[in-house]
């Protein structure tokens, strides 16, 4: 049988963006895969009617589509090589194709004069359109001029007056619906109605948000922009406008939202369950973007995390319903007439598309089994602790050729957010250190979700019982795992986790390697170059630069970096804007001057999201450069 190996990435076929048709007699989704020649993902559309699927797209750009009829869709595309290269100068164009499911070749059918524009057809013949928008007036590739806060964002880069606005497009010509300092996060439409979340930058406090309700072409605002809400998701439940809200007077920023309908002078609560409404277990396997919230009629679905499980729920008016308890990871869902499409990621599969019957998964496609046959899959093995009146749940995983009476070095992985939560799908990177002869643990410790809204809060806490925690479920593991080496422990985690493992280091020697990622070390410096900094560093770490100063500094990592004597590698990307690349550069420096062995790996034109959709081959580094750090001070 063949171990895992870590350019298996190129193999692998990612499923996402199910959609029913409007009959629900057929759908569509797509399909990704990394091409390691051009160093980039090829996504193409695919059909699913009566249990078979097929291909329904060549051009490798197709990530969504939207159903114009029961047998017409449409999508965004460049074939032709004009309008690539307009796009690569940056011209604003997106050009839109329908294809008839009858039969024929795509056929170009619209082209706005707007920069990656999305759509959602309205029952009166006109589309809803997201675009970006850019009223900077700086065209000059020599410079950027910053007005606004954030300055940048991880994923989009610079974005000083940069907006997604709303548009209604109408016999192909857009018009917009709202303003310059205005930009939206989240819309959907039924029937005629559009209802949006949007941010209002002239007054912008990170976690601002407005939402509003457009019908026959006049806007009612909902909930007026300002710091009383936080949504990220709006909708309709039959004809009621709903959202998530949450005012954050309890748990701050990661206080968990609740769902509202918005048919009143005032939100009305519909139901709250104390878990994250659209969330998923963490991850490195899945690729595209889907749906995680659907309305069905008069019921509302969604997924969400609790404890170490996917779990599938139905809201019809009278409590929820749980609809499917799974492991592994269920990402992307859409329901047409009860009938239920999901992705998801299992303990030994890559994103395949299941169909949810009587509270069970049935796999459709198969499009990773050969690859996945007879190969080599740790399997999770989960074990708890308790901590401070807490189970700590986790998981361990045996090296694929364990040998019984052997020892064996091993890697801690921890996970970002921090609300955030690991459980067992495949895990690419953690199966590629299993089948290098490394057990990999890993755990949820407090300030991570799926366990509610006191589980989760952090603030003010960061390396304390976030600390305690983890270091009781690794006193538990070699408790349990006597075959791991003591002396041969490493310890890796990116973002939130990049933090921890720098918080580590500072505060015990018992790792003997290092590998922190996309990683805090300074919260003061983190505070004004972050792209979401000067909100979330003040309500994580209860404190700003100028009054809380030694607040701030206590929580730095880099406060304790002379007490470093772990070996540590320093993964980064000059494009992540949401821990800019001085975080780990501090650190590295710091190490550097107190004598301890340490190296940076930075990858250009990356962002915070290298490990889960970064270019093909700085993925495939990535993980080689964390594993020859490990090898040479754990082997």
């Not at 009621?240 to 309908?261: C, E, F, W």
Request: hydrophobic residues 35%; aromatic residues 12%.
């Amino acid at each position: 049988m063949r171990k895992v190996d870590v350019k298996d990435i190129y193999e692998f076929k990612f499923v996402s963006a199910p959609s029913w048709s409007p009959e629900g007699d057929k759908a569509v989704f797509t399909v990704a895969q990394a091409c390691e020649k051009n160093n980039n993902y090829q996504y193409d559309l695919y059909m699913l009617k009566d249990g078979e699927y097929c291909r329904l797209t060549s051009s490798h750009d197709v990530r969504s589509a939207l159903w114009l009829d029961n047998d017409t869709l449409m999508f965004s595309s460049l074939r032709k090589a004009e309008d690539k290269e307009a796009v690569k100068k940056g011209e604003a164009l997106t050009v839109f194709y329908s294809l008839d499911l009858n039969g024929g070749e795509a056929q170009e059918c619209m082209r706005l004069p707007l920069k990656e524009a999305s759509l959602q057809k309205l029952d009166n013949g006109t589309f809803a359109c997201v675009a970006k928008y850019d009223f900077s007036g700086e065209d000059s590739p020599l410079c950027e001029v910053f007005e606004e806060l954030p300055f940048w964002f991880n994923g989009e880069g610079y974005r000083s007056k940069i907006r997604r606005r709303l548009y209604l497009v109408k016999d192909g010509k857009a018009e917009p619906m709202t303003g310059e300092h205005e930009s939206v996060s989240s819309c959907n439409v039924r029937g005629n109605d559009i209802i949006i979340v949007s941010h209002d930058f002239e007054n912008y406090q990170g976690t601002d948000i407005g939402i509003s309700l457009f019908k026959d072409g006049e806007r009612k605002v909902l909930i007026p922009d300002g710091p009383a809400w936080n949504s990220h998701w709006a909708g309709f439940w039959g004809d009621i406008p709903v959202a998530t809200l949450s005012d954050g007077k309890l748990h701050g920023r990661n206080q968990i939202a609740a769902m509202y309908a918005l048919d009143g002078a005032e939100p009305r609560l519909l139901f709250d369950n104390e878990e994250v409404i659209g969330s998923g277990i963490t991850g490195d396997s899945s690729l595209g973007s889907g749906k995680k919230i659907v309305c069905d009629g008069n019921d509302l679905y969604y997924v969400t995390v609790v404890d170490t499980y996917s779990v599938m729920r139905k809201f019809s008016g009278e409590g929820l319903e749980t609809v499917l308890t799974a492991t592994g990871s269920v990402d992307h869902i859409d329901v047409k007439n009860g009938k239920i499409l999901a992705t998801r990621v299992a303990e030994d599969k890559l994103p395949e598309l299941y169909e949810v019957k009587n509270g069970s998964l049935v796999q459709i496609t198969r499009f990773n089994e050969e690859l996945f046959t007879g190969r080599l899959i740790a399997k999770p093995e989960r074990i708890s602790v308790k901590s401070d009146g807490w189970d700590i749940n986790g998981y361990v995983l045996r090296p694929t050729d364990y040998e019984e009476g052997k020892t064996y070095p091993a890697i801690m992985d921890i996970h970002g957010g921090p609300f955030a939560a690991f459980g067992t799908p495949y895990f690419h990177e953690m199966q590629v250190w299993a089948a290098k002869g490394y057990f990999v643990f890993y755990c949820n410790p407090r300030g991570g979700q799926g366990r509610g809204g006191e589980f989760g809060d952090l603030r003010g806490k960061y390396g304390t019982i976030d600390y305690d925690d983890l270091m009781a479920f690794c006193d538990k593991v070699l408790e349990e795992y006597p075959m791991i080496d003591k002396e041969r422990l490493g310890v890796t985690g990116g973002s939130y986790g990049g933090f921890m493992t720098n918080w580590i280091i500072g505060h015990t020697d018992r790792f003997h390697a290092a590998a922190a990622q996309r990683s805090i070390s300074n919260w003061v410096s983190f505070y004004l170059t972050c792209d979401i900094g000067p909100w979330f560093g003040n309500d994580q770490c209860a404190g700003d630069p100028w009054n809380d100063t030694e607040k701030l500094w206590w929580h730095s990592p880099l406060k304790y970096a002379k007490n470093v004597k772990t070996p540590t590698l320093f993964i980064h990307s000059d494009q992540d804007y949401r821990c800019w690349m001085a975080e780990g550069l501090q650190m590295f420096s710091s190490l550097k001057l107190n004598g301890v062995d340490t190296r940076m790996w930075l990858a250009h034109g990356e962002s915070h999201e290298l490990s889960r959709s970064g270019k093909p081959k700085n993925r495939v580094r990535r993980i080689e450069e964390i594993t020859a750090w490990m090898d040479k001070y754990l082997k």
